[in-house]
């Protein structure tokens, strides 16, 4: 379309960002939260998995469950772990029935039954690394917005746009 470069930035600049859907959080200036908890299905969590694995630091994928798969839930949970098995994530941590599935099978992970453990797992990698990303996914149904706003709460969340 011969549309400069410079015109087409101008423009997804000026795009609004929905809340939950790959919605990027500073904490500092080397430490950012994706927030990507609005819904999650094959597609989209395989989507989510090569954003993360061009982010820089060490990389965490946070999976809660994928609802309404049907009898193949298990099967893509699995799926989905060996992905991220092959993938250039350092490290993956699951909440859900489901999503043990994921942690097991990408080999790099845990799974918690309890958003606190979880939460503080994480806070504990943000102190460890100097420069991480944390991606968070899972279906509406699994309410993991609660562990993105908890991390924003409890880190020393610098609310300056970087």
């Excluded at 200036?29 to 989507?47: L, R």
């Excluded at 799926?79 to 941590?93: P, V």
């Amino acid at each position: 379309m011969k549309i400069p470069l410079k015109f087409i930035q101008l423009g997804l600049s000026n795009v609004p960002i929905f809340h939950g859907r790959l919605e990027i959080i500073k904490l500092n200036k080397h430490k950012t939260i994706i927030n990507d908890t609005y819904n999650a299905n094959v597609a989209s969590m395989v989507a989510a998995i090569k954003v993360l694995e061009n982010m820089p630091g060490y990389k965490i994928f946070v999976a809660g469950d994928m609802s309404e798969l049907g009898k193949t839930s298990i099967a893509y949970h699995k799926i989905i772990g060996n992905i991220i098995y092959i993938s250039k994530i350092n490290e993956t941590m699951s909440i859900g029935n489901l999503s043990k599935e994921i942690s097991v099978n990408s080999k790099k992970g845990n799974h918690y039954t309890s958003f606190n453990t979880l939460i503080s797992s994480l806070n504990k990698r943000i102190v460890m690394h100097h420069k991480i990303t944390i991606l968070i996914k899972g279906s509406r149904s699994e309410n993991l917005e609660k562990i993105v706003e908890k991390l924003i709460q409890e880190c020393d969340y610098d609310r300056t746009h970087y």
